[in-house]
Nanobody, 117 residues
Framework: QVQLVESGGGLVQPGGSLRLACEAS????????SAWYRQAPGNQRELVAT???????NYADSVKGRFTISRDNAKNTLYLRMNSLKPEDTAVYYC???????????WGQGTQVTVSS
């Protein structure tokens, strides 16, 4: 079993920045397709950014150019750098790792991001 623990959320003013981190209990991100999702109150969980095992990345249109997903395999950590934050970015952010071989799917517990003045 793999545990994912997010950190880095908090309250930030519009236009500010945060970096979320998702630390895994063992090597997982180098052998997985990984992603960040978010869920705002009353909304469905939505995909924010993905990074494939090979390293290619994709972003939701709403965050393209502002957010950057990355990983550090040596630290077993997935990151989401968020710049130029907007109030509509307010949500609970979740990391996800999906094993390419074997199909295991793992979620973190979520970290709250609030963008408000």
């Amino acid at each position: 079993q793999v545990q994912l623990v997010e950190s880095g959320g908090g309250l930030v003013q519009p236009g500010g920045s945060l970096r979320l981190a998702c630390e895994a209990s063992r090597n997982i991100f180098s052998i997985s397709d990984s992603a960040w999702y978010r869920q705002a109150p009353g909304n469905q969980r939505e995909l924010v950014a993905t990074i494939a095992r090979g390293g290619s990345t994709n972003y939701a249109d709403s965050v393209k150019g502002r957010f950057t997903i990355s990983r550090d395999n040596a630290k077993n950590t997935l990151y989401l750098r968020m710049n130029s934050l907007k109030p509509e970015d307010t949500a609970v952010y979740y990391c996800n790792a999906h094993l390419v071989v074997g199909g295991g799917n793992y979620w973190g517990q979520g970290t709250q991001v609030t963008v408000s003045s």
